[in-house]
């Protein structure tokens, strides 16, 4: 094997597929990253078993050919070198790096060891503007489960239903969902993708572009450029929650999002410690933040805003609150309340066109 590539394309590729090369010390191939020489470009892959990411780089192949070496290695060594080209060679089992006035040699295992990445064929194909996947998973993500005790929500929901992808993930305490149209109308379906492999891939999507998306029956791709990552899909059924959103509200909160955001962490500094509870109360003439804590002390904040509807008072995580006030996107929110026993849900106000419906569900502490 022998190919020719610029410092620059090949340190991208590395950059896309390295994050993926496992830890696994009982399988040490998968700290490898495997190269591809042949006529189409040079190919590179990494796998974790759970995700696999390959790309393609724009070079020069003289000699076909195929091996592996740690993927972590390579990119420090290739970010170090100068711009220009960068010649790779298989020698006796070792990988030659030339660059400028620079040789190194680099220890690997036979491409044969290499896990087979799939590719997902059959199953239902569908295209989304990246910007509008990279905005919805980012509205998603962070509210799923941070542990496996309970496997179907450790992953965010994909439901396709005619002209809609419906994205949702639920820690139990809270609930993000975002709706994506589409431009053609789809069968059906229901996938759980890990979060660990949409985090994956939200370092790779761009900010303008198309993302080519393979729903299978055990497997997801997204196809972004010359980059496709390929999951496995979480087993299991994932909750209905929509028998836990209330059809109505009695009280409207509409709130600066920023101003409500740095009132937040304002009480939270007293909050009891593993509890994160804030007392919210709201009324026509003023709302206000509160929280004590018996070995800290006590705070009190006015929060600017309006009020539609009847007053009250509620107790919530502050965490939950700021994680959905961070990825609402607009300048105002709305948060619908019921009564101290039920849901809030965060609403962005005046979104923009181009921003897919989003709401976000946080249950109360009860007392």
Known sequence: MKCICTQENLLKGLSQVSHVAGRSTTLPILK??????ASDGITL?????????????RGKVDQPGTFTVQARVLMDYVSLLPAGNVTLELDNNELHVTCAGSKTTLKGLSAEDFPVIPRVSDGIRMSLPAALLKTALTQTVFAVAADDARPEISGVLFHLNGHELTLAATDSYRLAEVRLPLTTSKEEQRAIVPSRSLSELLRLLPESGDVAMVMGENQVSFQVESTELVTRLIEGQFPDYTQIIPTSFTSTLTLDASQFTKT????????????NDVTLQYDQDMSKLTAANAQVG??????????????????FNWRFLLDGLAVAGTEEVALQLNDEKGPGLIVPVNPSKVQPPFRYLVMPIRQ
């Open 298 to 315: 006590a705070s009190d904040v006015e929060l600017p805003g309006s009020l539609s509807g009847n007053g009250g008072s509620i107790v």
């Open 264 to 275: 937040l962490r304002q009480v939270s500094l007293f909050c009891r410690s593993g509890i």
């Open 32 to 37: 490898n990253l495997l190269i591809t020489a």
């Open 45 to 57: 892959s990494a796998t974790n078993l759970e995700i696999g990411v390959t790309t393609t780089v």
